[in-house]
């Protein structure tokens, strides 16, 4: 059930921001060997004057500001293989899809244990999910 919450400028148009769930999907998909029905992607659009970089606000002069900040939540259990594989995967599709260079894009993973994650009222663990991963 891996969950992917990214953090981009505002201002880009609805047809981009589609693209651009479904290229973190199949990056997850990909990389971690996850179905596409259990992928959960959240945008957060983030103005200029709300995010900033060595201590000033990051927009350029034309308004334009590069970042990206994308988080991955996952059950606990992926390979170290996995997650380089999904930190590189969704890297590209951030530089590709936004037109942003890939040094602004940062990718954290947070692993959750299965004890620790609920999905439809039950933990993750009493479903059987996390285990098994490792590839």
């Not at 148009?13 to 990056?27: G, Q, V, W, Y």
């Not at 990389?31 to 992607?41: E, H, K, N, W, Y």
């Not at 992926?78 to 590189?88: F, G, N, T, W, Y």
Request: glycine fraction near 10%; hydrophobic fraction near 45%; charge should be negative.
């Amino acid at each position: 059930m891996p969950n992917i919450q990214m953090f981009i400028a505002g201002g880009f148009a609805d047809p981009l921001k589609a693209e651009l769930i479904s290229r973190l999907t199949d990056a997850t998909c990909q990389s971690l060997d996850a179905p596409p029905d259990s992928v959960r992607i959240w945008l957060s659009e983030v103005a200029p004057s709300n995010f900033g970089c060595a201590g000033v606000t990051a927009a350029h002069a034309d308004g334009r500001l590069d970042l990206a900040f994308i988080q991955a939540i996952l059950i606990a259990g992926r390979s170290d293989a996995q997650k380089a594989r999904l930190i590189v995967s969704m890297t590209d599709a951030a530089v590709q899809v936004l037109g942003i260079p890939a040094d602004v894009v940062r990718v954290a993973i947070q692993d959750i244990p299965n004890t620790d994650f609920g999905i439809g009222g039950q933990t993750a663990a009493s479903l059987g999910r996390g285990i098994g991963r490792q590839r």
